[in-house]
Structure formats: structure tokens, C-alpha cells
């Protein structure tokens, strides 16, 4: 009993453990994948209908794409339970949906000189009368700026010159140019508005000491009401009705000696959303390159024994799983944004590699000539492993990701492993049932793209003289054996290819050291919009947006000497904060102080270093300043229920002139932090830009989690397949080289890290591991030296390798034209991520390999004692060593295991 203890499982060593566990999980994938091959002959019209009639009711969820697209960025981009989240809710609960500023720039033309002109002012009259009158319709009602504007005193809260001019026209035309800007200096560069809130001259206009006007602008604070909410993401329709029409209005006529721009958050979403409806035009033309690509690589100079058409049919397959993967998703409720629709061309490029690994495996050597059951059941076999492997590792890198709190990095990592999953699916069984049907054809000696008309020389080349051998290797294969391999794997090709590695990754570590995270909405714009011209005037003469920010209060005392205290603290705070735009702040509480101050009847106190009012007459003495001239700028700011102070708010204007993202997540922390003195209100602080500054605080935190559990995953998953650690440690440290040297691709493509360009590095594990782990199993399964196994490895894999990388970049190609910046992004991150990929592949690992010249499967099998049936077959295992462990289940019985010799896949 004791000896056949010793013999069991507990007696290996965990490097045996990993062996055996690696030859049992590559015997049963050889073994089932057999026997799929030969059910594909036996039953090929059912694996060619049924697959297809399985993906139609997913590809019926694609009827819920309009009703689950998201495209609030507030919504995509920021991580779940922010503060900046949290804060939204409670402040749309007792608040709505707050305010946002809609702009209209003015210029001379041409630019640069004096916009203060008599002329100008009159066409800048006209233009207002114009803004203010328009209308606009929604839900069947018909509105115009009073409509949609925030009221104070019945009057539309704006700013612009125009209230230096008391809005009179007559007074307008009768001054001089000079005049103009006199009245501006003899009032101090300040007036009053109509609504009763000062206005300066820097808050309407950028001018010069000398009395040059350069730009001016009009300011409209748009009120957004929940009901004007219909689709609950924060962006209320109707005025997002009245900013669409101001656009046309300012865009449809000529404002004489004027330029004028219209600015709001409706037109820059609309112009956002437009453009990227456009790049989805260049999707067929990345298929219809890839089809042609992959028909070339399929095809071969005979009209029997190419296999063209396969390429047509494998591109119908990745469609469909592309179309069922985006149902499913959408069945199972999971977001969908414009990010989603990358995958379109990610999945394309994924699907064919499959395709190139399984007809490699059916045409190659040693199966071409076998019985059309036997040869599509081996090449199944052969490719069986191959697939798998990359298909689990692209699925746990994905499955990663779904874990991400990031919703636009989970959803499009769902949407991906989804995809693979089905795209893996529909490989193995609809196009593999093709693969066998095109074998068949050729056997019946007939024409590849005319398939039921047989070939009256089936031999011939069909250019040039003689007859076609089937055996003869493609033009890359002799390159690879002949040229390329050699050369690498020589003394003056190590040396080449790791100074080559060796600078890629140091450029990639300098490029990380100067990275930088920033996000901005803007860069959603397309560069040859019209709305560039927009925010080249607001950068030029503006600095930036002024970005609305406020300060909420909450139910509480208001009356209590230390509610008052803190709340004269905080606006304090408030006045004193240099990080807003000067005089920005609708403050009401140095009013309401100054009006009790001017009643000899109400009792002041001071408290904690601070005048207040005193406690048992502050609600009376608030409503008595609500109800007066005094307090009538602020109703709308103040929430009353029951003659007592219920809520509060106090909006401002952040200054983002410097538009780096540190500066502004400082802004946020600094509002956060006046808020913190209102304690015992709950003051809030909130913009509309927050949860991008919360999104940046946390995000790299995240991708790093995402990224750690990606690579662990893989490196589980390939020392599994490989039964070796040390070979695994290898293809992870190359998957986090590859990682580096696309992050510093970000630095050299001039982009920034944040949430879009970050998901990729992500997806980059995935997708780099094909080619390393191929080059990697291709190595392990050869003996002889390090340099000879190096060689063969590229002979027969290299190939598949850079066919893989080639047909993805084709795909991509056409993105080189994309307008809108997830586009964008994606071509250039994608294309270094192939790039850097087939280069640490195919220069790189190899050379590695022959250095450390890890064990062969038949090496490491032959020292444990385990049976050898061929130099790539490590499936077989010798049961009498061990008969505890292989007798355990039939899985491990050694007579099951045993398999004839294979071949890695040269395709």
C-alpha cells in the first residue's frame, strides 16, 4: 500500500504535477477535438446550419442597441460609488439637474482688430435680438431663450457688453467709436445686468490696456429641469433643443464685419455623435481589405488546390459572431457605447488568425494526403490545442477587465470575451465544416471559386508552365528557413536583435517617465469640424471654458450660531479662492448680512470669530431679505418650505485657463475642502467636470488591478498548456515588455493616459500572447540545441505568426482616416501593440529561447520516465510509472492518451 502511495500524486514534485496536469489537459483537447473533426464529416450539414440558426435570436438584441447606447461620458468614463456620483444624486434629489453656460463668440473679421466700433456694436445688437427671439420646439411645445434660460427678476441670467449700453440701440448708434470705450472706463470696466448681478468687462470680453477689443462673448445660463430628462442620463432635451437651433442661427447668416460662434454642450455632443456615425463608414473598408488579404494567403497558384473561397466564408463567421456577440450583450443588459464598436474590427483580425491556424493544419504535410474524414479529424487535432490556448487567453484577459469599476472598460471587455467566445465557436464548427467541404472539392478536382465545375487541369499552375505541386512550401516559408531564421539565430543576429530590444524597451521606459493623464471632452471633436474654429477663439482669447461650479447646502438649523459660522466661513472661502474666476461666485450671504447689519431691530451676534444674526430672529430676518429688492437675485438659489431656509446653492465659475489635469483635480479638492467647513449643512461641492477628476484619481489604480489579474491569469493559463514554469515566466515578462513599450507609444504618439488609451494595455495582454505563446509551444516541442529548436520554431510557426500580425493592421488600416478620437486612439495603441507584439515574437523570444534553452516536452517527459511518441507530441504518458494518477479517471488512461505523431501548425 505504502509503495503505491509513494507512486501516486503526492510523490511528484510540483514541476512534475505541472507536467502531467499540461499532458492531460493537451491529451483530452487532442482527443475531443479528433472526434469533433470526424462529427464534422459525419454530420457536416448540421455543424453547417445549426451554429448559424443558434446566433439569430442572439443577433436579435441588437433591437435594444438604441435603448441601452450610452453616450454620457459622466456615465462611461468614471468609476462606480465616486464621491463626484454619490454627490450627483444627492444634489439632482434636492436640486435638478442644475445649470450650464451656452456661449456665442464674437471676432472682427478680419481678426485681430477693434471690436469696439460702432458697426460692430450694432451687428452685435442685431445678433443678440436675434438669439433672444428665435424659437425652438420639443415635445410640441415652442420656446425661446426665456424658455430655457435661469430667471432671476423675471430676467434671463446672462452677461454680455451689451449691458454697458443698458441694451438701447438708439444709445448704441449715437456714440462714437471712441465713445464706446470711454462709457466702459467711466463705469469702472463694471455694470449692473438686467437681472441685477454685476458684469465686468473681463467675465463679456478680451481686451487690451489700450482700449482694443478683441473678442467678446455672450453668456447664457441655461436651467435644466428633470422633466426635461426624459432619458435620465443628465442631458436635458429641451435645452439641448435651443442650443441645436442657436447653432444654426448663428452658422446660417453673415454678420457683416463679424465671426461669430456659437458654444454649448448640445452642439458639442451633436458634433461628437456625428462624426463618429461617419468612422463607422470605414469599417467596410477594413473588411473588404482583410478579404482580400486573407484570399491571397488562402489561395495558391492552381484552381484545385486553393482554397480562396474559405476567406469569404471565414469573414461571414466572424460577422456573425461579431453581430451575436453585440445581441447577447445587449440581451444580458450590458451598456453600449461607441467604444463597443472597435470590436468590430478587433474581433475581425482575432477570427482570422483562427482561420489561418486551422487550413494550416489541414493542408499541411502530413495530412494532405489523407481520407477527407482522417485529414479534417487530425488537422482538427492538430489546431485543436493552438486555438484553445489563444482563445483562453484572450477570454481571461477580457474576463479581467469585466471586473474593472470603469463602466465603458467593463462593458467593452463583456462585449470582447463574448465575442472570442462565439467567434471561437463558430470556428470550430461552421468554418471548419467548410474548411472540409473546400478539401473535399479539391479532391474532386474542382474549381475553387467555381466549386461544382470540375477543373480540366487540375494540375496545372494557373500562371506560369508546369504542374502544381501540393507540397510545395509557400514563398514566406522558404524565406523564413532559408534567410531569415539563420541569420537572426547567428551570433551577429543575437547581437542585432537585442540592441534592437533593448533600445524599443528603453525608449519605452523614457516615453512611461513623460506619460501624462489627462482627459478632455473636446478631443471628441474631429479636426475638420467646424466646431474647431469654436474652441480655437474660446483658447485664444479665453484661456478655456469657464466650467459652472456651486456649493450646495443642505436641510438643516440654518438658524444656529454654528451652522452660521461655518456658512460665513465657507463663502469666505468662497470669495478668497483664487483657483475661480474672479467676482464668479452668486454669493448671497454678505447681502443677507448687510441687510440685517442695516436693521437696528435685528439682533447681531458674533460667533466663532464671525457676524451672524442671532438665532431666534434669523428666520424671520431671512424672509423679510428674501421678500425684499435686496434678496431677489438670489430666489433662485435659495429653497424656502414653510417660511424657514431649506437649501442653498452658491454657483461659480472654475478658471481653467491651465488645462492640465493635475490643476484641475486640485481645483476639485479645494472646493471639496470650503466645502468640508459647512459640516453641520453637509455642503456639497459639484461641477460638471468632477467626475473626470475622479475618474483620474482612481483610474490608474485600476487598469493597474485589471492589468495585474490579466497577465496572472495568463501566466496560469500558459504554464498550464506548456507544463513549464520557466517558459511561462518568459511569456509573461515579454507581455509586460510589450505592455511598457505600448505605454510609451502613448508619450510618442502624443496622446495622454486616461480611461480610453488605458483600456488597451488591458487588451494588449491578450492579444500579445498569441504570437509569444506559439513561438514559445512551436520551441518546446522540438529537440536539439537552443539555436537548431529556435530556427524550426519560426520555420513552422513563424508564418502563422505574421500572418496574424499582418491581416489585424489590414483591418485597421483604414482607421488611419478616423475623425473622432476613440478611433483615433484605437489605430495608433492597436497598431503598436501588433507591432511591438510580432517583433518581441518573432526577433525577440526567439533569441531568448536559444539562450535559456528551456526543456523540450520530449526531454522533460523522457526524465519522468513518460513515453515518446514524436518530437511535438507530449500527450502520451506511461501509466505503469504512475497508475494512481492516469487510472484515476479515463481521461488519464494511458491507452486513451496515446496519439499519433504531430506537427506544429507551418501555416
Known amino acids: 500500500m505504502a509503495a503505491e502511495e509513494d507512486n501516486g500524486w503526492g510523490s511528484l514534485t510540483c514541476g512534475e504535477q505541472v507536467l502531467y496536469l499540461s499532458q492531460a489537459c493537451d491529451s483530452f483537447i487532442y482527443r475531443r477535438f479528433k472526434v469533433l473533426g470526424g462529427m464534422l464529416h459525419d454530420y457536416r450539414w448540421r455543424f453547417l446550419i445549426i451554429p448559424i440558426l443558434l446566433m439569430l435570436p442572439m443577433i436579435g438584441g441588437t433591437t435594444q442597441l438604441s435603448r441601452l447606447t450610452e453616450d454620457d461620458p459622466a456615465k462611461l468614463y468614471v468609476p462606480e460609488n465616486t464621491k463626484a456620483e454619490q454627490d450627483d444624486v444627492k444634489i439632482k434629489a434636492s436640486f435638478g439637474l442644475g445649470e450650464r453656460i451656452a456661449h456665442v463668440y464674437a471676432t472682427t473679421n478680419p481678426d485681430g482688430s477693434n471690436i469696439l466700433t460702432t458697426e460692430n456694436v450694432l451687428t452685435l445688437y442685431d445678433a443678440w435680438d436675434n438669439v433672444t427671439t428665435f424659437t425652438s420646439a420639443h415635445a410640441g411645445e415652442t420656446f425661446n431663450l426665456s424658455g430655457v434660460c435661469q430667471l432671476i427678476r423675471g430676467q434671463c441670467q446672462k452677461q454680455t457688453i451689451l449691458a454697458f449700453y443698458d441694451y438701447n440701440r438708439t444709445q448704441i448708434a449715437e456714440l462714437s467709436d471712441a465713445q464706446l470705450w470711454q462709457t466702459i472706463v467711466d463705469a469702472n470696466y463694471t455694470t449692473t445686468e438686467e437681472d441685477g448681478l454685476t458684469v465686468t468687462l473681463g467675465a463679456v470680453a478680451s481686451y487690451n490696456t489700450d482700449g482694443t477689443v478683441l473678442s467678446t462673448k455672450f453668456n447664457m445660463i441655461i436651467e435644466q429641469k428633470v422633466e426635461d430628462d426624459s432619458n435620465g442620463d443628465g442631458n436635458a432635451e429641451k435645452p439641448k433643443a435651443w442650443e441645436l437651433e442657436l447653432s444654426q442661427v448663428i452658422r446660417s447668416r453673415s454678420w457683416g464685419s463679424l465671426s461669430l460662434y456659437s458654444d454649448s454642450f448640445g452642439e458639442l455632443n451633436e458634433v461628437a455623435s456625428a462624426a463618429f456615425g461617419g468612422d463607422l463608414t470605414l469599417l467596410p473598408v477594413g473588411y473588404i481589405l482583410l478579404v482580400m488579404y486573407a484570399t491571397a494567403v488562402l489561395s495558391r497558384n492552381s484552381s484545385v488546390h486553393s482554397h480562396g473561397t474559405l476567406a469569404l466564408v471565414s469573414f461571414f463567421a466572424v460577422c456573425i459572431a461579431i453581430l451575436a456577440s453585440f445581441g447577447?450583450?445587449?440581451?444580458?443588459?450590458?451598456?453600449?457605447?461607441?467604444?463597443?464598436?472597435?470590436?468590430?474590427?478587433?474581433?475581425?483580425?482575432?477570427?482570422?488568425?483562427?482561420?489561418?491556424?486551422?487550413?494550416?493544419?489541414?493542408?499541411?504535410?502530413?495530412?494532405?494526403?489523407?481520407?477527407?474524414?482522417?485529414?479534417?479529424?487530425?488537422?482538427?487535432?492538430?489546431?485543436?490545442?493552438?486555438?484553445?490556448?489563444?482563445?483562453?487567453?484572450?477570454?481571461?484577459?477580457?474576463?479581467?477587465?469585466?471586473?474593472?469599476?470603469?463602466?465603458?472598460?467593463?462593458?467593452?471587455?463583456?462585449?470582447?470575451?463574448?465575442?472570442?467566445?462565439?467567434?471561437?465557436?463558430?470556428?470550430?464548427?461552421?468554418?471548419?465544416?467548410?474548411?472540409?467541404?473546400?478539401?473535399?472539392?479539391?479532391?474532386?478536382?474542382?474549381?475553387?471559386?467555381?466549386?461544382?465545375?470540375?477543373?480540366?487541369?487540375?494540375?496545372?499552375?494557373?500562371?506560369?508552365?508546369?504542374?502544381?505541386?501540393?507540397?510545395?512550401?509557400?514563398?514566406?516559408?522558404?524565406?523564413?528557413?532559408?534567410?531569415?531564421?539563420?541569420?537572426?539565430?547567428?551570433?551577429?543576429?543575437?547581437?542585432?536583435?537585442?540592441?534592437?530590444?533593448?533600445?524599443?524597451?528603453?525608449?519605452?521606459?523614457?516615453?512611461?517617465?513623460?506619460?501624462?493623464?489627462?482627459?478632455?471632452?473636446?478631443?471628441?471633436?474631429?479636426?475638420?469640424?467646424?466646431?474647431?474654429?469654436?474652441?480655437?477663439?474660446?483658447?485664444?482669447?479665453?484661456?478655456?471654458?469657464?466650467?459652472?461650479?456651486?456649493?450646495?447646502?443642505?436641510?438643516?438649523?440654518?438658524?444656529?450660531?454654528?451652522?452660521?459660522?461655518?456658512?460665513?466661513?465657507?463663502?469666505?472661502?468662497?470669495?478668497?479662492?483664487?483657483?475661480?474666476?474672479?467676482?464668479?461666485?452668486?454669493?448671497?450671504?454678505?447681502?443677507?448680512?448687510?441687510?440685517?447689519?442695516?436693521?437696528?431691530?435685528?439682533?447681531?451676534?458674533?460667533?466663532?470669530?464671525?457676524?451672524?444674526?442671532?438665532?431666534?430672529?434669523?428666520?424671520?430676518?431671512?424672509?423679510?431679505?428674501?421678500?425684499?429688492?435686496?434678496?431677489?437675485?438670489?430666489?433662485?438659489?435659495?429653497?424656502?418650505?414653510?417660511?424657514?431656509?431649506?437649501?442653498?446653492?452658491?454657483?461659480?465659475?472654475?478658471?481653467?485657463?491651465?488645462?492640465?489635469?493635475?490643476?484641475?483635480?486640485?481645483?476639485?479638492?479645494?472646493?471639496?475642502?470650503?466645502?468640508?467647513?459647512?459640516?453641520?449643512?453637509?455642503?456639497?461641492?459639484?461641477?460638471?467636470?468632477?467626475?473626470?477628476?475622479?475618474?483620474?484619481?482612481?483610474?490608474?489604480?485600476e487598469i493597474v488591478i485589471n492589468l495585474a489579474c490579466a497577465l496572472a491569469g495568463v501566466f496560469f493559463i500558459t504554464t498550464l498548456m506548456l507544463g513549464s514554469l520557466v517558459p511561462s515566466l518568459i511569456v509573461t515578462f515579454l507581455l509586460v515588455v510589450i505592455d511598457v513599450e505600448v505605454l510609451g507609444s502613448i508619450y510618442l504618439s502624443g496622446d495622454y493616459f486616461n480611461t480610453v488609451t488605458g483600456i488597451n494595455l488591458v487588451l494588449a495582454v491578450g492579444l500579445s500572447v498569441d504570437a509569444v505563446a506559439h513561438i514559445t509551444h512551436a520551441f518546446l516541442a522540438h529537440d536539439g540545441t537552443g539555436d537548431e529548436r529556435a530556427r524550426r520554431a519560426l520555420v513552422e510557426i513563424g508564418r502563422s505568426v505574421f500572418n496574424g500580425a499582418v491581416s489585424t493592421m489590414i483591418v485597421l488600416l483604414p482607421l488611419v482616416g478616423a475623425r473622432t478620437y476613440v478611433f483615433q486612439v484605437f489605430f495608433r495603441t492597436f497598431m503598436a501593440i501588433i507591432g511591438y507584439s510580432a517583433f518581441n515574437g518573432l526577433v525577440v523570444l526567439p533569441i531568448i529561447l536559444s539562450v535559456v534553452v528551456p526543456s523540450s516536452y520530449n526531454t522533460r517527459r523522457s526524465r519522468l520516465g513518460l513515453e515518446e511518441h514524436g518530437r511535438n507530441n507530449k500527450s502520451s504518458v506511461d501509466s505503469q510509472k504512475h497508475p494512481t494518477i492516469f487510472n484515476a479517471s479515463p481521461v488519464f488512461n494511458a491507452s486513451q492518451m496515446s496519439q499519433p505523431p504531430r506537427a506544429v501548425s507551418s501555416f
Open 328 to 701: 447577447l450583450g445587449l440581451w444580458f443588459q450590458i451598456p453600449f457605447s461607441s467604444m463597443i464598436f472597435t470590436l468590430a474590427f478587433l474581433l475581425l483580425g482575432l477570427g482570422t488568425d483562427d482561420t489561418f491556424v486551422l487550413v494550416a493544419a489541414f493542408q499541411h504535410k502530413d495530412v494532405l494526403h489523407l481520407e477527407p474524414r482522417e485529414r479534417v479529424a487530425e488537422a482538427m487535432a492538430r489546431a485543436g490545442s493552438s486555438i484553445t490556448v489563444t482563445s483562453l487567453t484572450d477570454l481571461v484577459a477580457f474576463l479581467a477587465g469585466s471586473y474593472c469599476s470603469i463602466p465603458v472598460v467593463r462593458a467593452f471587455c463583456q462585449y470582447a470575451a463574448i465575442g472570442v467566445t462565439l467567434d471561437f465557436f463558430l470556428q470550430v464548427t461552421f468554418f471548419s465544416v467548410a474548411m472540409y467541404m473546400s478539401g473535399t472539392r479539391e479532391e474532386q478536382q474542382k474549381i475553387d471559386w467555381l466549386c461544382c465545375f470540375l477543373s480540366s487541369k487540375p494540375d496545372s499552375k494557373l500562371v506560369g508552365k508546369g504542374d502544381f505541386s501540393r507540397d510545395q512550401p509557400e514563398m514566406l516559408t522558404v524565406f523564413l528557413e532559408t534567410i531569415y531564421a539563420p541569420r537572426l539565430i547567428s551570433r551577429g543576429g543575437k547581437v542585432v536583435g537585442v540592441a534592437l530590444g533593448l533600445s524599443l524597451l528603453g525608449l519605452g521606459i523614457w516615453a512611461c517617465t513623460r506619460v501624462t493623464v489627462d482627459f478632455e471632452y473636446e478631443w471628441f471633436i474631429p479636426d475638420d469640424s467646424y466646431f474647431q474654429d469654436t474652441l480655437a477663439v474660446r483658447k485664444r482669447y479665453y484661456g478655456a471654458r469657464e466650467v459652472p461650479v456651486a456649493m450646495y447646502t443642505f436641510s438643516g438649523n440654518y438658524s444656529s450660531s454654528l451652522s452660521q459660522s461655518q456658512y460665513s466661513k465657507m463663502t469666505t472661502a468662497l470669495e478668497n479662492n483664487d483657483m475661480l474666476v474672479e467676482d464668479s461666485c452668486v454669493n448671497w450671504w454678505p447681502d443677507f448680512i448687510a441687510f440685517a447689519e442695516s436693521n437696528a431691530s435685528t439682533a447681531m451676534t458674533t460667533f466663532d470669530g464671525e457676524r451672524i444674526v442671532g438665532s431666534t430672529v434669523f428666520d424671520q430676518t431671512f424672509l423679510n431679505f428674501y421678500n425684499d429688492d435686496a434678496g431677489s437675485p438670489y430666489r433662485n438659489y435659495l429653497t424656502v418650505s414653510n417660511d424657514v431656509l431649506e437649501l442653498t446653492e452658491i454657483p461659480c465659475r472654475d478658471d481653467t485657463a491651465r488645462r492640465d489635469m493635475t490643476y484641475r483635480t486640485e481645483q476639485m479638492d479645494r472646493m471639496r475642502e470650503i466645502a468640508e467647513i459647512c459640516w453641520s449643512l453637509g455642503a456639497v461641492a459639484l461641477g460638471p467636470a468632477y467626475w473626470v477628476q475622479d475618474a483620474h484619481k482612481i483610474f490608474l489604480r
